[in-house]
C-alpha cells in the first residue's frame, strides 16, 4: 500500500471506533495505579520492566509519577505483531539487568488472554528475582484466560472484550499514539 491509502485506511479506522476511555480518564487510572504502587514498593529499589510496544506510553507516564529508586529495563515479546488475533510468542529482546535477587515490577499495556505476562512471569522466576509484581493499564474481561485464576497486581481500567488501540496499543502497527482508549468498529476488525 502506498502512503496516502495507508494515512486514509487509518484515519478511517479512527475516525469510526468507539472512544472507550478518554486521556484524562486514563491519566485518573495511572494516578491511583502510581498512588499504590508507591505505597507498595518504596522499600523495593525494583528493576521496572517495561514490555515493549505495547507497554511504551503506559510506562513512560507511570514512571514520572513513581516516587522511589528504581531501575528502568524493557524486554520485547509479541504474539500478536499487527494482528488482532494472538499467536505464538516471539521474544525480540531480553531483558538486560541481571533479576536474580532484584524485586521485578512488571509495567504492560493490556492483559488479554495472558499468554504474553505469564510467559514473561516465568522467565523473570527463572532467573530468580526475589519478588515479581505486574502492572497492566487494561484488563480484558472474557472467559479465554490462559490462567483464569491470575490476577495482576495493579489494574488500571477493566475493559470488555474488544480489540483496542491507543496509548501503546496499535491497530496494524499504527494508532499506537491515539490519545485515549478506542475499540475497533467491528467492520474493521
Ligand atoms: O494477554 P495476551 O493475549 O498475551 O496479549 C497481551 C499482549 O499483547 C500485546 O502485545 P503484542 O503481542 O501485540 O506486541 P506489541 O506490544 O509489540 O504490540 C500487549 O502489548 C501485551 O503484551
Ligand atoms: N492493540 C491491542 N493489542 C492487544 N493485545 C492483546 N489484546 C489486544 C488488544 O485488544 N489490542
Request: aromatic share 8%.
Amino acid at each position: 500500500m502506498k502512503d496516502k491509502e495507508i494515512i486514509e485506511t487509518i484515519n478511517d479506522v479512527f475516525k469510526s471506533a468507539d472512544c472507550l476511555y478518554t486521556q484524562q480518564e486514563v491519566e485518573q487510572a495511572i494516578n491511583q495505579m502510581a498512588y499504590q504502587i508507591n505505597h507498595d514498593l518504596a522499600e523495593a529499589n525494583p528493576v521496572v520492566l517495561s514490555i515493549m510496544n505495547g507497554g511504551l506510553v503506559f510506562a513512560g507516564q507511570l514512571l514520572t509519577k513513581l516516587t522511589f529508586p528504581l531501575n528502568i529495563d524493557y524486554c520485547h515479546a509479541t504474539r500478536y505483531r499487527g494482528k488482532t488475533q494472538g499467536g505464538e510468542l516471539h521474544w525480540k529482546a531480553l531483558p538486560q539487568y541481571e533479576l536474580l535477587d532484584r524485586n521485578v515490577l512488571v509495567v504492560d499495556d493490556i492483559l488479554d488472554e495472558g499468554h504474553t505476562l505469564m510467559a514473561i512471569l516465568n522467565a523473570i522466576k527463572a532467573q530468580g528475582a526475589r519478588s515479581v509484581k505486574t502492572a497492566v493499564l487494561l484488563d480484558k474481561k472474557h472467559d479465554r484466560k490462559a490462567n483464569p485464576t491470575y490476577q495482576a497486581d495493579y489494574v488500571g481500567i477493566e475493559i470488555p472484550d474488544r480489540y483496542v488501540f491507543g496509548y501503546g496499543m496499535d491497530f496494524n502497527e499504527y494508532l499506537r499514539n491515539a490519545p485515549g482508549i478506542y475499540a475497533v468498529a467491528s467492520k474493521d476488525n
